[in-house]
C-alpha cells in the first residue's frame, strides 16, 4: 500500500512536469511558423557522470519541449549548465563560461539557465543574483526534473526564476532522456550520500542516500537493451550502499544476478564503490557473473592510516591493500582504477610516502589525482594545519610520475596481445580509427576497413601509448 502511494505520488509529479512540457512546446511551435527555424539548446556540463547522466535528462527534456539541439559553436536560444563544485578550480572553470557569455548591447539573448550541485550552495546563488543578471533560471540537483516548469515561468513571466530545494526529495522516474551515447548508457541506481568523508562537499549538496527500486532499474536496462544498448554503467556515489535506504542487504549484488540475465547487454559496470562497502558479496558476483567488467574503480584517497582516520574514510592501508589482493585473487586479470587526494590537512611527508606505497603495491592503471581543496561547509575546511600550495604541487608532481610509469608498464604488457574491443564509434581525435574499450577498461584506437559500432571485436594490440593502446582489428573467423 505504501509503495503504491509513492507511485502515485511519482505519476503526479512527472505528469505536472510533461503538462508543461506540452506548453512550452507550444511557445516553441510559434518561433518555427513565425521564424521558420526550430529553437536551439546546449547543455555544458562539469563533474562527474551524475552529471553527464543529467545533462542527457536536460537534454531530454529540451528536445520534449520542440527544441534542437545546436551545431557546435552556434549560439544557442538556451543554454544549460549543469554544474559541478567538488573542488574550486571546477565553480572557477563555471564562473569564467559564465562570465564569457555576458550579453555585449544589441546582442541576441540567450536564455542562460544554471542547475547542478554548485547551485545548491546558498552563497553561490546570491553571487549569480548579484553579478550574473544574464542567468535566467537558477534550480538545484533535487529538482532538476522541474526543469520545464521553470522554463515556462521564465518565457511566460519574463523574469528571473531563482528555485533550489534545501532538501532533497523523493527521486522521480520517468524524466525524458536524450542519451549522447548509442552503444553505452548511464543508469542511476541510487542518489546521494551518506559517508561525509571530512574534505568532501557531495552530502551537502546531494542529500542523503536514495536508491531507485529493482524494478524500475530493470525496465531500464532492457529497454536500453530493446534499442540497442551493449554496455550499462550503473551509477551512484557509493554503489555498494544500494538498497540500505530500502531496508535490504547484499541488495547491490542481487540487482547485479538480476541485470546480468537481460538479453543483449552485454556488459556491466559500475561506479564508484567505497572499500568500506564492498562487500564479499559484491567480490562473489565480479567472480561469477560473465557480464560484469573486470575492472574496479576504488578510490583510496590517501595511503596514511592516520590520514584515513581524519578523512573519516573508515579503512586502514592495510584493510585497503587486503581487500585489493582479495577482489585480485577472485577476478584474476581485473585492472584497478582509484582516486588520490594530495595534501590533505596535516599530511607529512611520512603520509605522502604512504600514498606513494600504496601506488606502487596496488598497480593501478589509472589513477584521477587531485590537489586537496577547501570546501566551505566540510569539516576538513576548519582544520588548521592546511599543507602550502607548493609543497602540495610538488608532491601532486612525484605522485603523478610514479602513476604514470606504472601504468606506462602496464599498458605495454598488452603489446602484440589479442583484446575483446566493444566499439563506440569513430574516435574523437582520428577520423581513421574506431575507438572502445576492453573489458578491464583500457582505451583502444584502432583500425578497421568496415563500421564496426556497436560490435564486440577482436583487436590486436600493436602499439601501447602511455595513456590507451593502438590496435587493429582481427577480421572474424581469424584466429590470431
Ligand atoms: N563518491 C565518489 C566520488 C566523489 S567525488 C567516491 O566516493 O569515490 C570524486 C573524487 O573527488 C573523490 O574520490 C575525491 O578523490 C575527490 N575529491 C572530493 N572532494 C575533494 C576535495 N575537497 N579536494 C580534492 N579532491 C576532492
Ligand atoms: Fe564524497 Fe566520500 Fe560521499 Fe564519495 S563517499 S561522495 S568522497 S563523501
Ligand atoms: Fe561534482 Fe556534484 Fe559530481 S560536486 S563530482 S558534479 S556529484
Known amino acids: 500500500m505504501a509503495e503504491r502511494k509513492v507511485m502515485e505520488r511519482n505519476d503526479e509529479l512527472i505528469q505536472k512536469q ?3 512540457i506540452d506548453k512550452v512546446k507550444e511557445i516553441t511551435a510559434e518561433t518555427v511558423n513565425i521564424e521558420g527555424r526550430q529553437p536551439t539548446y546546449e547543455v555544458r556540463v562539469f563533474g562527474c557522470q551524475m552529471n553527464e547522466l543529467e545533462s542527457e535528462q536536460l537534454s531530454g527534456m ?49 536564455i542562460v539557465a544554471i542547475t547542478g550541485c554548485m547551485m545548491q550552495q546558498p552563497h553561490v546563488v546570491e553571487k549569480i543574483k548579484k553579478s550574473y543578471h544574464h542567468v535566467g533560471i537558477v534550480f538545484g540537483t533535487h529538482n532538476l526534473y522541474t526543469f520545464p516548469e521553470l522554463l515556462y515561468k521564465h518565457l511566460t513571466q519574463k523574469k528571473r526564476i531563482f528555485d533550489v530545494w534545501d532538501s532533497e526529495g523523493q527521486i522521480v522516474e520517468g524524466t525524458p532522456i536524450t542519451r549522447a551515447e548509442k552503444v553505452k548508457a548511464w543508469v542511476h541506481i541510487m542518489q546521494g550520500c551518506n559517508n561525509f568523508c571530512s574534505y568532501c562537499i557531495v552530502p551537502y549538496v546531494r542529500g542523503r542516500e536514495r536508491s531507485r527500486k529493482k524494478e524500475d532499474i530493470i525496465s531500464e536496462v532492457k529497454r536500453l537493451a530493446g534499442t540497442g544498448y551493449k554496455e550499462i554503467t550503473l551509477l551512484g556515489q557509493n554503489v555498494n ?7 535490504r542487504k547484499d541488495a547491490f549484488a542481487d540487482l547485479l544476478y538480476a541485470l546480468n540475465e537481460i538479453d543483449g547487454i552485454k556488459r556491466i559496470r559500475f561506479t564508484t564503490s567505497h572499500p568500506k562497502d564492498l ?10 557473473l560473465p557480464k560484469l567488467c573486470e575492472h574496479l574503480h576504488l578510490p583510496f584517497q590517501s595511503g596514511s592510516t592516520r590520514i584515513l582516520k581524519e578523512m573519516n574514510r573508515k579503512y586502514t592501508k592495510e584493510q585497503y591493500l587486503e581487500l ?5 585473487e577472485a577476478v584474476p586479470g581485473i585492472s584497478f582504477t582509484t582516486d588520490i587526494i594530495v595534501g590533505f590537512p596535516g599530511e607529512t611527508e611520512a603520509d605522502f610516502s604512504d600514498t606513494l606505497d600504496v601506488v606502487r603495491k596496488v598497480r593501478f592503471d589509472q589513477a584521477f589525482t587531485f590537489l586537496y581543496s577547501k570546501r566551505t561547509g566540510t569539516k576538513a575546511a576548519e582544520f588548521e594545519n592546511q599543507v602550502p600550495e607548493d609543497v602540495k604541487k610538488e608532491r601532486f608532481q612525484r605522485l603523478i610520475e610514479v602513476q604514470n610509469s606504472i601504468g606506462a608498464e602496464i599498458n605495454k604488457t598488452y603489446e602484440g596481445k589479442t583484446v575483446e574491443v566493444l566499439v563506440e564509434g569513430k574516435s574523437r581525435n582520428n577520423d581513421a580509427m574506431y575507438t572502445g574499450r576492453t573489458r578491464n577498461y583500457k582505451l583502444v584506437n584502432f583500425t578497421s576497413s568496415e563500421d564496426v559500432t556497436g560490435k564486440l571485436v577482436q583487436v590486436k594490440i600493436v602499439k601501447a601509448w602511455p595513456f590507451w593502446l593502438e590496435g587493429m582489428v582481427v577480421p572474424e573467423g581469424e584466429t590470431s
Not at 544557442?76 to 549548465?81: E, G, K, R, S, T
Not at 544500494?242 to 531496508?247: E, F, I, K
Not at 562487500?279 to 558476483?285: N, V
Open 241 to 247: 550502499s544500494y538498497g540500505n535506504d530500502l531496508g
Open 324 to 328: 585489493i589482493d582479495r577482489v585480485r
Open 18 to 20: 510533461y503538462v508543461y
Open 62 to 110: 529540451l528536445d520534449a519541449m520542440g527544441y534542437t539541439k545546436a551545431a557546435p559553436g552556434e549560439p544557442a536560444d538556451v543554454i544549460v549548465f549543469d554544474t559541478c563544485c567538488v573542488r574550486e578550480n571546477a565553480e572557477e572553470k563555471i564562473y569564467g563560461h559564465l562570465g564569457l557569455l555576458k550579453p555585449a548591447p544589441g546582442d541576441k539573448k540567450s
Open 279 to 288: 562487500s564479499d558479496s559484491l567480490i562473489t558476483a565480479m567472480k561469477e
